[in-house]
């Protein structure tokens, strides 16, 4: 039989996708192409509280929008903090905008890092080119309940040395005697006294109980892909790893069939995954 | 006259059509529906009976639709066109907000909700299958505001086909050609030995409320059961065929197939066929500023995942190949649409193989994804 007209539903009277202004308080370059921002909500409503991992849909007026993952500490309710690079008109009117700009902000969006699986377990954090700033706010969390967690093993991976962000926190995280934070990069010059090669590299050296540790993994898909590989092959299972995927984005709220990642909408369902679920998505050229 | 009510069936005379327009027009409704432009019955506004595809017929097959004269003047005689009701609900352009500078910020405001309600004349099965599965797109989760506003106002006057086309394959998607649901009225057209009437099944208070005015009478018995023929008449001349068994799992279990590499070289990534399909639901953003920077404003506009520019993540993009591209296409229709909408994305209107410029048919694609691979896939997917 014919089913009745729908519900009638409430039409927000604000729209979804419109973005909220924010103020730009400070810019910092961390790399000749990439920026830190720290905005406030320019209204001074307060700043939507967000996960570790989450991300938010940045945009300049007149110019456009780009999905960036939150980078800051998620324990300031003061701030939003997003680290982007130059990699096209749209990111760059972002990362080139400078202290007393409005940028529009709308979400948080998606799934962070589950951090609460980290708890009383050793955590191993990879990280590669600008998949540094969506780990930060875990290590963030981590470090503000040391006590909580077993070993914390980072290793972080650049293309040179002068593609490192957040290098004064990097050497501050280097002297703590709680973590070990493993920096290396692809090719360097004579000046550098750290390592040279890819993040698996690292792996074997990389301490940890492999049946009671958790990972997450950011970067080049290529990287995640064979991180993972690595991790697994050294006894943490498939589904204490996580890794965050990055897809083209639009909408940011599962609509605009972008982000689709076999049948996961990236900016819905992720951006950070467990490895099991997308292992043979991942296996899949041009999926 | 009674007044009509949920569930009766009526026969309304072809010669009373006109008034039954005049009372849509006078309930406050824009009517939109079939009409004849540019040598294909497309969707539009329909300001008399005139504007209907009077006589008028079409011929369908893969990569051709011909209209043709029938021997009669039946007002529904056709079957689906290029175009979809989808364009009513989320149209093929839309602003979204517009933005003012506010001194150093800047002040959003929402684009107007519409306007006029709308009463689509002539929805098909197959197309009230397709507005149930864009209004989980649409609606399921956060609901989008302007599809929403217009969902919520429209008036379904649906139409049980009296003949299938020639790329017709509802009856395998189990969503035609019989109206059984989400109507507010269901026209069946009855046209034999000088009878021209229309059965009329009230699906709804609303569409009880658009007849009250329009001279009816019951129909009996008999009067159903020479719809009811019709229907059947028509289910079972489908012009195609698609096995719908397991589809979920063989699309997502054959991303290696080398059927991608084959349709892949026939495949012009044109997006005619996302274009066309009643449900494909893909857009893009596109921000507009004004020549002074003092106000800008957000569109969507379709998009499709043929295009090149739909997965580009900073400078390439992730499917770069035409069959990677169809692969997404077809797996996420048939497949991985069920893990999202939990439903097929299909219902069989066969627009997408009528409208390909190259006649690629999604039921003869799916008939050779069936065959399992002579030799061992090549590691990693298409090329």
């Known amino acids: 039989m014919a089913s009745n007209a729908l519900p009638p539903q409430p039409i927000p009277s604000s729209h979804p996708l419109a973005p909220a202004p924010f103020v730009v308080r400070s810019q910092t370059a961390e790399t000749p192409d990439t920026h830190t921002l720290v905005l406030s909500p320019s209204d001074g409503h307060a700043v939507p509280p967000a996960l570790p991992g989450q991300f938010n849909m940045l945009y300049v007026f007149g110019v456009g929008e780009a999905a960036i993952s939150l980078s800051g500490d998620p324990s300031d309710a003061t701030a939003v903090v997003h680290t982007v690079r130059n990699a096209g008109p749209i990111t760059a009117a972002i990362a080139q905008s400078p202290p007393g700009q409005t940028v529009g902000i709308r979400g948080p969006y998606g799934r962070g890092w589950p951090i609460d699986q980290a708890k009383g377990r050793d955590v191993v954090l990879v990280a590669g080119g600008l998949g540094l700033p969506p780990l930060r706010p875990v290590l963030y969390g981590l470090l503000a309940h040391r006590e909580r967690y077993g070993r914390i093993e980072v290793i972080y991976g650049a293309r040179t040395p002068k593609d490192l962000v957040y290098y004064g926190q990097i050497q501050q995280w280097r002297l703590r005697p709680d973590i070990r934070f493993q920096v290396t990069v692809d090719a360097a010059d004579r000046s550098w006294y750290g390592d040279v090669g890819l993040v698996t590299a690292r792996i074997p050296d990389t301490r940890f109980e492999p049946g009671n540790s958790v990972a997450f993994l950011c970067g080049p898909e290529i990287m995640m892909k064979y991180a993972a590989r690595d991790l697994e092959a050294r006894g943490i299972p498939q589904s204490s790893i996580w890794l965050s995927m990055e897809r083209n984005m639009k909408c940011a709220v599962a609509v605009c069939g972008h982000c689709q990642f076999g049948p996961a909408f990236v900016c819905r369902d992720g951006p950070v995954f467990r490895y099991d679920v997308v292992r043979d998505w991942l296996a899949t050229r041009e999926l | ?383």
């Not at chain 2, 939109?32 to 300001?47: L, N, S, W």
């Open chain 2, 1 to 383: 006259m009674a007044v009509p009510s949920i569930g009766d069936r009526l026969l309304l005379d072809r010669r009373d059509f006109p008034t039954f327009l005049a009372s849509l027009h006078s309930a406050g409704y824009r009517i939109v529906g079939p009409t004849v432009r540019d040598g294909a019955i497309v969707y539009g506004d329909i300001a008399a009976e005139t504007d209907l595809p009077i006589g008028w017929t079409e011929r369908q097959n893969a990569g051709t639709y011909r209209l043709e004269r029938r021997g009669d003047e039946a007002l529904f005689g056709y079957v689906v066109g290029p175009h979809s009701w989808k364009k009513y609900l989320f149209p093929s352009h839309e602003r979204l907000w517009t933005a003012a500078r506010d001194g150093d910020s800047f002040t959003v405001t929402p684009e107007p909700t519409p306007e006029r309600p709308l009463a689509f004349l002539g929805v098909r099965a197959c197309e009230l299958a397709a507005l149930r599965i864009t209004d989980k797109v649409f609606m399921g989760g956060i609901p989008d505001p302007s599809y929403s506003a217009r969902r919520h106002k429209i008036l379904r006057v649906a139409v049980q086909c009296g003949q299938a086309g020639g790329t017709c394959f509802c009856v395998s998607m189990g969503t035609g050609p019989g109206v059984t649901s989400d109507y507010d009225l269901s026209l069946t057209e009855i046209l034999s030995e000088g009878r021209h009437e229309f059965l009329v099944a009230v699906g709804t208070e609303l569409g009880a409320s658009v007849l009250a005015s329009v001279p009816t009478r019951r129909a009996t018995a008999e009067d159903d059961q020479v719809a009811a023929a019709i229907v059947s008449r028509t289910a079972a001349s489908m012009g195609r065929s698609m096995d719908p068994t397991g589809l979920r799992d063989l699309l997502l279990s054959q991303p290696n197939h080398p059927r991608w590499d084959q349709v892949a070289k026939r495949c012009l990534s044109c997006t005619n066929c996302t274009m066309a399909c009643p449900t494909c639901f893909c857009h893009t953003t596109e921000e507009v500023p004004s020549l002074d920077a003092e106000k800008t404003e957000r569109w969507r506009r379709w998009d499709s995942c043929f295009n090149l520019e739909f997965t580009k993540l900073h400078t390439t993009p992730v499917r770069a190949s035409s069959s990677s591209r169809y692969r997404q296409w077809l797996t996420h229709k048939l497949g991985s649409w069920h893990d999202q909408f939990g439903s097929s994305g299909c219902v069989g209107c066969g627009r997408c193989i009528t409208w390909c410029p190259v006649a690629i048919d999604i039921t003869e694609e799916v008939a050779a994804l069936r065959v399992p691979p002579a030799s061992p896939p090549a590691e990693g997917g298409p090329r």
